[in-house]
């Protein structure tokens, strides 16, 4: 074999194996984690979101663009997962369907039900939003109260104030998650909007201390609805990731962590 082709071979190698095959495995690993009902803990996604090291240049490009910029981003959303009965997705005087179209029913009918809770983005972390992706599907064996299943992810454009990575040497992305539990609600909405706004002051606390910070994801998932007595009451728990793109050589991943685990106790146990 001429030395050119042995040397190709070898550069085509080497790119398999310390690009493509890193690059790969942890593209696999985003997706996976992106999808509705996946939590990770603040570690596991500290992890992810570091990338395999012959990205993290093109990924924080990439990133800065898509997180700070004043577009709709698919990195950037809420999202929220349900589970209702088939007639609160049907319109006034709307017979149900048959049984063979209950699942077709909760996917066409997902993002109607779940994109009114936009408004509480507006309300609290948004000057736009909008759907950009949902699903459904009807949950087997529960009778005659015939309970469906329904996600979605709404995009967001932030109303707060983020900060300029462009002014940041050396930056590099440093990512933190922090998990909540609202135990029992009477009122979802009124605790997703406690959510959504402690979530907007922790991340203008870390920009004052890191120069900047995006909600990068919360989400919304909330158990069936449960009588008591005569009321009923809802779980809700989910995560909140944020990105914040600081000096690399003053500013650790444990800096940023430590910031937000001064809120976590005070998230982790939210009452409705």
Partial sequence: MKPDKILGAALTLFAIIVWYGPATVWGAGVTLAHQPGVELSADQYEDLAKGPAPMAYLRDRSEKQSLFGAQYSKKRYVSYVTSTH????LQDGEARPDPLYYDAYAEARAAMTLSPNCQEL????????????????????????????LAAKLSYIPRYEMGDPATIANGRFRNGALQFNVKST??????????LGRAMELCEELRKTFGTCVIETIRFREGQAQKAATRWHRQIRGSIYFAVYADERSVTREDVKDAIDLLSAEMSDLKG
């Fill in 86 to 89: 088939l007639d609160k997705i």
């Fill in 186 to 195: 009477l009122n979802p909405q009124r605790s997703r909007l406690v959510v």
């Fill in 122 to 149: 507006l309300a609290t972390i948004a000057r736009d939003c909008q759907v950009f992706s949902s699903e459904g599907n009807y949950q087997e064996d529960t009778g005659p109260d015939a309970v469906v299943n």
